[in-house]
């Protein structure tokens, strides 16, 4: 019996490892696809605002 | 016809670099997974920061011959865009970076070396800035531009080959090209570098000829 419970105290942070490391981690799910989706808004996001900044530009010299 | 049909080719390349990038198959790689896909918009995102430099550095001796300003303008919109392209680059790299190598900034003689190319481009709007004179800004800041085209390539392209680096294909760490760069990757990775690339050519594009448009209203 205390051996039993020894044995479980024992395994327990080993278990509780192997479990914990799952944790809320968006960007890393389904095998980091995540990080792709946001390189490619910063490029958007870089280039649309580039397009903003032309579009004001353009804009501003007509008058 | 050359104007219309390369607008075309950029509109083809670009949809065809999303969807083929994101569905395509590629190696699975431990600790790269998914993120290797961002070879097709983090690293076109450099290449194309070279061509556009190299495009403004032409510009620039085309000024330095002729005193036209119109090269000016040109040489002016493409290290712009060149250097919006190298600003992408730094920061989707560094969430490539967090993601794989730990952290957003590892000193990596690739970043540092980078960093430093972008502040010399920095710098080179900054010194345009500086005059007030249209023809001496023209002239002084053609000048700078060969000078930090010239620093580019080392920069970029040789010191961080000498020593050791978490970037693939850098001191002795072969990395992308050899082993994970297989031929299906090459299929959409060569288009992506082209459809950016091209992408950039007509934003710079669109910067000079509304400048051209200012000029002649003036």
Same mark, same amino acid.
């Given at each position: 019996?205390?051996?039993?419970?020894?044995?479980?105290?024992?395994?327990?942070?080993?278990?509780?490892?192997?479990?914990?490391?799952?944790?809320?981690?968006?960007?890393?799910?389904?095998?980091?696809?995540?990080? /792709? /989706?946001?390189?490619? /808004?910063?490029?958007?996001?870089?280039?649309?605002?580039?397009?903003?900044?032309?579009?004001?530009?353009?804009?501003?010299?007509?008058? | 016809?050359?104007?219309?049909?390369?607008?075309?080719?950029?509109?083809?390349?670009?949809?065809?670099?999303?969807?083929?990038?994101?569905?395509?198959?590629?190696?699975?790689?431990?600790?790269?997974?998914?993120?290797?896909?961002?070879?097709?918009?983090?690293?076109?995102?450099?290449?194309?920061?070279?061509?556009?430099?190299?495009?403004?550095?032409?510009?620039?001796?085309?000024?330095?011959?002729?005193?036209?300003?119109?090269?000016?303008?040109?040489?002016?919109?493409?290290?712009?865009?060149?250097?919006?392209?190298?600003?992408?680059?730094?920061?989707?790299?560094?969430?490539?970076?967090?993601?794989?190598?730990?952290?957003?900034?590892?000193?990596?003689?690739?970043?540092?070396?980078?960093?430093?190319?972008?502040?010399?481009?920095?710098?080179?709007?900054?010194?345009?800035?500086?005059?007030?004179?249209?023809?001496?800004?023209?002239?002084?800041?053609?000048?700078?531009?060969?000078?930090?085209?010239?620093?580019?390539?080392?920069?970029?392209?040789?010191?961080?080959?000498?020593?050791?680096?978490?970037?693939?294909?850098?001191?002795?760490?072969?990395?992308?090209?050899?082993?994970?760069?297989?031929?299906?990757?090459?299929?959409?990775?060569?288009?992506?570098?082209?459809?950016?690339?091209?992408?950039?050519?007509?934003?710079?594009?669109?910067?000079?000829?509304?400048?051209?448009?200012?000029?002649?209203?003036?």
């Amino acid at each position: 019996m205390i051996k039993k419970v020894l044995s479980t105290l024992l395994l327990l942070p080993v278990v509780a490892q192997a479990q914990s490391a799952q944790m809320a981690d968006a960007l890393r799910d389904n095998g980091k696809f995540y990080v /792709v /989706v946001a390189t490619i /808004v910063i490029v958007m996001a870089g280039i649309l605002g580039y397009l903003l900044y032309l579009d004001r530009k353009a804009a501003n010299k007509k008058r | 016809m050359l104007a219309r049909s390369y607008k075309i080719a950029t509109i083809i390349l670009v949809l065809y670099t999303i969807v083929a990038g994101f569905l395509s198959p590629v190696p699975a790689l431990a600790i790269l997974n998914e993120t290797i896909r961002n070879l097709y918009f983090h690293v076109p995102m450099w290449f194309g920061l070279m061509i556009l430099m190299a495009v403004s550095a032409w510009y620039s001796v085309k000024y330095l011959r002729t005193s036209e300003s119109i090269y000016d303008w040109k040489a002016s919109a493409f290290a712009e865009v060149g250097l919006l392209f190298g600003t992408l680059g730094m920061l989707t790299g560094m969430v490539w970076a967090y993601f794989t190598w730990g952290d957003w900034w590892s000193a990596d003689p690739k970043q540092n070396t980078s960093a430093i190319a972008l502040l010399l481009y920095f710098a080179y709007f900054v010194l345009r800035g500086s005059f007030n004179e249209d023809q001496q800004k023209a002239r002084i800041s053609a000048v700078y531009n060969l000078f930090a085209f010239a620093a580019l390539i080392p920069l970029l392209y040789i010191l961080p080959r000498m020593t050791d680096s978490l970037h693939p294909g850098n001191g002795g760490n072969p990395g992308f090209g050899k082993y994970d760069l297989d031929n299906t990757m090459r299929l959409v990775f060569y288009p992506a570098v082209i459809g950016w690339t091209l992408l950039g050519v007509w934003m710079a594009n669109l910067q000079v000829r509304i400048r051209q448009n200012t000029e002649v209203h003036d």
